[in-house]
């Protein structure tokens, strides 16, 4: 009797593992031309960020992080990397995330080391306490380079993003 109990308590939690990784962590993708920040900006900034705000891409998350559904969230942010050439600035929004587990943490970190490698920053907006703690606990945390920052939230997000893709621009 105990043996049958243990046996299905280990097939429902494997069940809900697969089930759960499979269902989407990505809730949209979207670039800064098709979502721009409410800050209001002169008409030629506001030309240049419709032109070149491809450069940004934005990945709101949903749900529960585990080890299973971080793995969509790398594998998308490596498509995004492969895709646009030029690629300034990654925002990652956890306004909608419940909860991460440490192994989602550290995949986090790999996100980190493929932005270095690819010259890109990333911006990771909408933490709770609960979030920002777990990503700390991993060494995921702003750094002087401004290689990594966190935003309050995803407009904050956006609009350092589109300062920065208006800095590089007249620096180009």
Known sequence: FLFAILAGLLIATILFAYSYANSPVVRQTTDLASLPST???PPA??????????????????GFLFFGTSEQVVSQIRSATQEASGLKSVIID?????????????????????SKSNQFSIILSGLNESLKETLLRAS??????DHVTFATDLDVALEQAETLLLGSDRNE
């Open 140 to 145: 995921v945390a702003p750094d002087e380079q």
């Open 45 to 62: 900034d506001a030309r240049l960020l419709a032109e070149y705000g491809r450069a940004i891409r934005i990945f709101r998350l949903q």
């Open 39 to 41: 800050t209001e900006r």
């Open 94 to 114: 956890f306004a909608r995330v419940t909860e991460m587990d440490s192994a989602s943490a550290n995949a986090f970190k790999r996100i980190i080391a493929l």
